[in-house]
């Protein structure tokens, strides 16, 4: 049987374009130009699929979802947002009303047939209540990772956020509202979030599962809140734009591998023209910086070591280390190969 799928806009060009896009592509294409026209339509023809913009006369997106959800019958079609509404209070309105995708006006026909046929091939997941909620797909060029991950941590989100890239696939697992775990290509943990928080371009899943069996192989040793992957991705952000993040390996500058720990500290807590101005609202409490700067140094000093060990091995909020990390490399005492 051809799938079908219900375009609601009231712009005719992009219902055309649309309808021209996904009918080439073997799909019996509905077409409504807003939410109380969708809402009749989805009734009699029950479609596998919706899209539909969020402004637009008589009912509205918003209005038409929430519709929607409350129909048995209706319910478990996956509803997918294409609007030119970009802040994230409105992604989190759409998945918290429901909905299995959300894309921003421009768009591309190759983000939108992805969004299409991961929702269509699907397997619903059962939740422990008896609910069905199905996968909620994106793009991070809508959403930072940090914000994605507030979103569902706000709503008591347990589960798997998936990230698909050209280099690799990866995944985030969320559990008592904290960042639990990761895995990117072959990379585990710490070596695995570094990559993550650096991702600018990617396409995600959320999915409602926890997969106790993958947990294990991806479990942090330091478990992350959303106020420190917020302020580790400022951070791994800034060394990768400023000094660069090849193969992560600390060393202390030649030049100054004989000094002992107590005369790098001084240097490093000197004032200098070359230190990167960080902001103030990253910066580590002041009691802090001092002593993250020379647990750091103990550790470098100690011999070559990669960020990850360098995060682990100090055991405190991670950030406080990639600050330290920061300042020694503006100050030239370390560097990164």
Not at 269 to 279: H, R
């Amino acid at each position: 049987m051809t799938p079908s799928i219900l375009v609601v806009d009231d712009s005719v060009m992009v219902s055309s374009l649309l309808k021209d896009y996904f009918e080439k592509m073997g799909y019996n294409v509905l077409i409504a130009s807003n939410g109380k026209e969708a809402l009749e339509i989805a009734k009699n023809e029950v479609p596998e699929l919706i899209i539909s913009d969020i402004n637009m006369p008589i009912m509205d997106g918003w209005g038409l979802i929430a519709c929607i959800k409350d129909i048995p019958g209706l319910k478990e079609i996956p509803f997918v947002f294409l609007t030119v509404e970009n802040q994230d209070l409105d992604i989190k309105m759409a998945i918290d009303l429901g909905a299995a995708g959300y894309i921003t006006k421009p768009f591309s026909f190759e983000e939108l047939r992805a969004t299409v046929e991961t929702l269509l091939k699907r397997e619903k997941i059962a939740l422990p209540d008896g609910r069905e909620e199905p996968a909620f797909v994106g793009d991070l060029k809508q959403v930072s990772i940090d914000d994605l991950i507030q979103i569902y941590v706000d709503r008591q989100g347990i589960g798997t956020l998936f990230i698909y890239t050209f280099k690799a696939d990866g995944y985030i697992v969320l559990g008592n509202k904290t960042v639990a775990g990761c895995k990117f290509g072959e990379k585990v943990k710490e070596d695995a979030l570094i990559d993550v928080l650096l991702i600018k371009d990617a396409r995600f899943k959320f999915s409602p599962q926890f997969d106790h069996s993958e947990y294990k192989h991806c479990s942090l040793i330091i478990k992350r809140n959303v106020d420190d992957i917020r302020s580790e991705r400022y951070y791994i952000n800034l060394i990768s734009n400023q000094f660069g993040l090849e193969d992560r390996i600390i060393t202390i500058n030649p030049k100054l591998q004989t000094l002992p720990v107590s005369s790098l500290l001084d240097l490093a807590t000197q004032g200098s023209q070359n230190v990167v101005k960080i902001d103030e609202n990253f910066l580590p409490p002041k009691g802090m910086r001092l002593s993250s700067i020379e647990k750091v140094l103990n550790l470098v000093k100690k011999g070559n070591i990669s960020v990850a060990d360098c995060i682990v091995g100090i055991g405190q909020t991670p950030y406080f280390t990639l600050f330290a990390l920061v300042e020694l490399l503006s100050r030239k005492i370390v560097k990164i190969s």
